[in-house]
């Protein structure tokens, strides 16, 4: 069964700005003004200097698929008794689009299954590793691994961190999570067009800023709000390192000649 996933949104962001073959002439700083141009050359986003909050850049990553381990052996072994092993992923949606607001049913399976009159610990772990693999709905697999451990792996890295409850006496182990990062499906959630998203990835920043807005609180003048703005810079063409470079120049203070930050930008 194919699964859908919801990204977490990185908050209210006002604008994206995709540039597939980026270069060092689609930032410009000049008179105390940002500018990042889109792929057609035209300014999409225009920051004075002194509006900057604060910024984040992170490289593409594909991200790895959560992994936990289900350590059985501190369990209490009991004939004709009912265990039970809750499997819960942030990020699954439903056929109806319902994910971590609704309480998808895809989001949390919950398996129980009963150990015969000559329980073991081993015969614990095989009928959850089997419970698992008979459920169509599961967005993971389950193995069995030595040390009467059950191992749960996500199908993919989009699923966000596992969350798991097990029986009690049991022990998680849960293997380093890195989510996904400026992924096609992340760019085309804030609604950038199949026809520009590229497979291939996209090195990330995350620009937060204060903004002039016109409000119906305060007559006549404009409102000072936070807003943040994301730049997608395609991981693997030619100009992208040289773009970020010069970005992060201009976010972080770095950029010579200083006179550029100074000056009365007329936006």
Same mark, same amino acid.
């Given at each position: 069964?194919?699964?859908?996933?919801?990204?977490?949104?990185?908050?209210?962001?006002?604008?994206?700005?995709?540039?597939?073959?980026?270069?060092?002439?689609?930032?410009?700083?000049?008179?105390?003004?940002?500018?990042?141009?889109?792929?057609?050359?035209?300014?999409?986003?225009?920051?004075?200097?002194?509006?900057?909050?604060?910024?984040?850049?992170?490289?593409?990553?594909?991200?790895?698929?959560?992994?936990?381990?289900?350590?059985?052996?501190?369990?209490?072994?009991?004939?004709?008794?009912?265990?039970?092993?809750?499997?819960?992923?942030?990020?699954?949606?439903?056929?109806?689009?319902?994910?971590?607001?609704?309480?998808?049913?895809?989001?949390?399976?919950?398996?129980?299954?009963?150990?015969?009159?000559?329980? @073991?610990? &081993? !015969?614990?772990? +095989?009928?959850?590793?089997? %419970?698992?693999? *008979? #459920?169509?709905?599961? =967005?993971?697999?389950?193995?069995?691994?030595?040390?009467?451990?059950?191992?749960?792996?996500?199908?993919?890295?989009?699923?966000?961190?596992?969350?798991?409850?097990?029986?009690?006496?049991?022990?998680?182990?849960?293997?380093?999570?890195?989510?996904?990062?400026? @992924?096609? &499906? !992340?760019?085309? +959630?804030?609604?950038?067009? %199949?026809?520009? *998203? #590229?497979?291939?990835? =996209?090195?990330?920043?995350?620009?937060?800023?204060?903004?002039?807005?016109?409000?119906?609180?305060?007559?006549?003048?404009?409102?000072?709000?936070?807003?943040?703005?994301?730049?997608?810079?395609?991981?693997?063409?030619?100009?992208?390192?040289?773009?970020?470079?010069?970005?992060?120049?201009?976010?972080?203070?770095?950029?010579?000649?200083?006179?550029?930050?100074?000056?009365?930008?007329?936006?």
């Amino acid at each position: 069964m194919a699964f859908n996933y919801q990204f977490p949104r990185i908050g209210s962001v006002d604008t994206v700005t995709v540039l597939n073959t980026p270069g060092a002439g689609d930032a410009v700083m000049s008179a105390g003004t940002i500018t990042i141009k889109d792929e057609a050359g035209a300014d999409s986003l225009v920051i004075r200097a002194c509006d900057l909050i604060a910024f984040d850049q992170t490289d593409f990553t594909a991200g790895t698929a959560h992994s936990v381990d289900v350590d059985l052996t501190g369990i209490t072994v009991v004939n004709n008794r009912v265990y039970s092993l809750t499997v819960t992923a942030p990020n699954v949606i439903n056929f109806f689009g319902g994910g971590r607001e609704t309480g998808a049913i895809y989001q949390t399976r919950t398996y129980n299954i009963s150990s015969d009159i000559t329980a @073991t610990v &081993a !015969e614990i772990q +095989a009928s959850f590793v089997a %419970a698992i693999a *008979a #459920d169509p709905g599961a =967005y993971f697999t389950a193995s069995a691994q030595a040390g009467d451990i059950v191992r749960i792996t996500a199908l993919s890295a989009d699923a966000g961190a596992l969350e798991i409850t097990a029986p009690a006496g049991a022990t998680l182990l849960s293997a380093p999570f890195a989510a996904p990062v400026g @992924t096609e &499906a !992340e760019v085309l +959630a804030y609604g950038i067009s %199949a026809a520009v *998203a #590229d497979a291939a990835g =996209y090195d990330r920043f995350i620009i937060k800023h204060r903004k002039f807005t016109r409000s119906n609180a305060i007559s006549g003048l404009q409102a000072v709000l936070p807003a943040i703005s994301l730049v997608y810079l395609k991981q693997d063409d030619a100009g992208t390192g040289t773009a970020v470079t010069v970005i992060t120049k201009f976010l972080n203070g770095s950029h010579t000649p200083v006179a550029d930050f100074l000056g009365c930008p007329a936006l």
